[in-house]
């Protein structure tokens, strides 16, 4: 099974910075990744897939890069919506998805 | 609009089963895989299993493998997971969710609540 590892875990930002995280795949996925934000209480939804082509409707704020092994969400010019757990899933090999990132207000 | 609306989640003893559905409308549910996705409380995502459009080669995590059963009835535009031998470890949100191009997850239901105890 392909597991991967999201860091950080927690992360504390303020309205307008720039943050990154990171997902890391326990054997090569190419660009078979999604990225996905989620709200309390909430469904997850769909960011990102093929590690970088933008779902329709989502910000261009949000961009993704990697291949392989390591993939990176960036999020330029954070806004107050933007405060939520993100995951990452790969599906080159079945599924799976990552621990999730907590963007919370600094 | 795509909607999925879950349903069948509720309070089941460890050992008991219970069959979970999802109604689909808003597109042509034959045409697309489908997935099961889990999420235990205060927990991440856990991909579950995942069924094809034409209801072949089912898969699934090897958690869950020999005791659940992803089916669809295309004619009624429904997903389902049947759930046996639950554990408490079990306890979770219960979504599905469609598959675009590829096995990403462009849309979700909102859930049905599953506890074992």
């Known amino acids: 099974d392909i597991q991967l590892t999201q860091s950080p875990s927690t992360l504390s930002a303020s309205v307008g910075d720039s943050v990154t995280i990171t997902c890391r795949a326990s054997?090569?996925?190419?660009?078979?990744l999604a990225w996905y934000q989620q709200k309390p209480g909430k469904a997850p939804k769909l960011l990102m897939y093929k590690a970088s082509t933008l779902q329709s409707g989502v910000p261009s704020r949000f961009s993704g890069r990697g291949s392989g092994t390591d993939f990176t969400l960036t999020i330029t010019s954070l806004q107050p919506d933007d405060f939520a757990t993100y995951y990452c899933?790969?599906?080159?090999?079945?599924?799976?998805f990552g621990g999730g990132t907590k963007v919370e207000i600094k | 609009e795509v909607q999925l609306v879950e349903s069948g989640g509720g309070l089941v003893q460890p050992g008991g089963s219970l069959r979970l559905s999802c109604a689909a409308s808003g597109f042509t549910f034959g045409d697309f895989w489908m997935h099961w996705v889990r999420q235990g409380p205060e927990k991440g995502l856990a991909w579950v299993a995942r069924?094809?459009?034409?209801?072949?080669?089912?898969s699934y995590a090897d958690s869950v493998k020999g005791r659940f059963t992803i089916s669809r009835d295309n004619a009624k535009n429904t997903l389902f997971l049947q759930l046996s031998s639950l554990r408490a470890e079990d306890t979770a949100v219960y979504y599905c969710?469609?598959?675009?191009?590829?096995?990403?997850?462009?849309?979700w239901g909102q859930g049905t609540l599953v506890t074992v105890s």
């Open positions: 969710a469609t598959a675009g191009n590829g096995d990403y997850l462009d849309h």
């Open positions: 069924i094809n459009n034409d209801g072949s080669g089912p």
């Open positions: 899933q790969q599906y080159n090999d079945y599924s799976s």
């Open positions: 054997e090569s996925i190419s660009r078979y």
